[in-house]
């Protein structure tokens, strides 16, 4: 017995060290040296304590994640979310590796990766453009939006299926649901980080629900009735909140529960052009940004919904397209209809890299990490190509004909492997994947 009680006090002292060492090595990456030099004091730890960066939100977040879907067991089958439990939804694999460090080289000229050889299918046609494109977080699903004001949900494993040479189970169906009932076209959709509910952002101001874990329903179950035109959607990765960039230069914050809207309570002065093209949260949910039509992209803490940094023209006067976060959380990659892709530092507001050489001036184009964060993709209109550059590098790696009739207005990668979707004005949807 006193055998077990000190295994157990050890135990609790080596948990109690290493929760100290992340509190420190968090508080010095995010420049609080006063206070990480007190916690260090306090708890005698060393103040230089090696620890990855944001490994600390990044547990918070799985353990509220965790806690969250314990509560959610003991709920009836009759509540907001259906859990989906045959869909086996909501359980993300491990990633192929770490995210790239853009803060640890300096000098790479020379060392751009090759990008392996991708391989492409046709996979279904909506009826007007297909304008936008989300897969799930865990990789199984991806979804698309379309002006033809409807929603076509695909099944990897399916895509996947049909792509063999020689399937012996004749033709396959990725398309798994398809949903009506928006009345004007779809500008962004995303996926609840646990539950099988897909939401929607569409011109006729509003954000709809959609379960599709259940196989007959076409409608919403829930809606948002906004006052703006809703132009981007992004899930809290608690699930409990979801951001709407509008026309409006703030984006709504809403309650999911309640539907309670929140907005920033000191914005930053923003003109008439401030409409905003894009929201993303961070992967913790400590920060979101927006990227806007006046060309500015803007940084807002996640919990006071408070504007921490405006960089203002950073795509000149043209409009900022997409932004979206590394999975550190220290730098922004966003795009731009002066047809470049950029990547900014946080903390600075510095402009880190720039990724030249494709253009795009027309069309809401975004740009795109690849799983692994080491490519960056996006669209160049003029060739109707798919152009990579190696991230570190910046430099130009690999163009692939798009096999769209004209430019694809949309490109969304896998969060789990190397695939992708695109999305085109000839209203067809494509999905890519490294040939093995």
Not at 106 to 121: L, P
Not at 217 to 225: D, E, L, N, S, T
Not at 410 to 427: L, M, N, Q, V
Request: charged letters at 20%; one cysteine or more.
């Amino acid at each position: 017995m006193e055998g077990s009680n000190l295994e157990q006090t050890v135990q609790e002292g080596n948990l109690y060290r290493h929760i100290n060492s992340l509190i420190v090595a968090h508080l010095r990456h995010h420049n609080l040296t006063q206070a990480a030099r007190a916690v260090a004091l306090a708890t005698m730890t060393p103040l230089d304590v090696e620890a990855p960066p944001n490994k600390l939100l990044e547990l918070v977040a799985k353990g509220l994640a965790v806690e969250k879907d314990e509560m959610l067991k003991g709920i009836s089958s009759s509540t907001l979310f259906d859990l989906g439990a045959a869909l086996a939804y909501g359980s993300s694999p491990d990633p192929r590796v770490s995210s790239v460090d853009f803060s640890t080289v300096q000098d790479t000229k020379g060392s751009s990766k090759s990008f392996r050889k991708h391989e492409t299918r046709h996979l279904s046609e909506h009826k007007n453009i297909a304008r936008c494109a989300r897969f799930s977080p865990d990789g199984r699903f991806v979804a698309t939006g379309s002006a033809d004001n409807s929603i076509k949900l695909f099944e990897i494993s399916k895509i996947k299926q049909m792509m063999l040479p020689d399937s012996k189970d004749g033709p396959v169906r990725p398309v798994i649901r398809t949903f009506y009932d928006h009345v004007q076209p779809i500008n962004d959709i995303d996926f609840h980080p646990q539950n099988t509910v897909l939401i929607s952002g569409a011109k006729d101001q509003t954000i709809k629900f959609f379960d599709f874990s259940k196989a007959t329903a076409k409608r919403a179950f829930r809606v948002i009735q906004d006052t703006h035109n809703v132009r981007s959607v992004s899930f809290h990765p608690s699930g409990d909140f979801l951001l709407a960039g509008t026309d409006h230069p703030i984006a709504h914050l809403y309650d999911v529960n309640t539907f309670q809207c929140y907005l920033s309570a000191n914005p930053p002065e923003i003109g008439a052009k401030g409409a905003i093209n894009q929201v993303r949260y961070s992967s913790t949910g400590g920060m979101y940004v927006t990227a806007s039509k006046d060309g500015a992209i803007r940084l807002w803490d996640g919990v006071t919904a408070s504007c921490v940094r405006s960089i203002v023209g950073a795509h000149g006067t043209a409009e900022a397209t997409s932004a979206c976060f590394t999975k550190d959380q220290r730098f922004v990659l966003s795009c731009g209809k002066d047809s470049t892709v950029k990547l900014w530092e946080i903390g600075t507001g510095k402009l880190v890299k720039q990724y030249l050489g494709a253009t795009h001036s027309q069309l809401r184009c975004q740009a795109v990490f690849n799983d692994t964060e080491e490519f960056v993709l996006s669209i160049d209109e003029h060739s109707n190509e798919i152009v990579i550059w190696d991230a570190m590098t910046a430099e130009k790696v690999a163009k692939l004909p798009s096999n769209h009739i004209g430019a694809p207005r949309w490109i969304e990668h896998s969060p789990t492997e190397a695939a992708f979707i695109t999305c085109g004005t000839d209203r067809s949807v494509r999905f890519w994947k490294e040939v093995l």
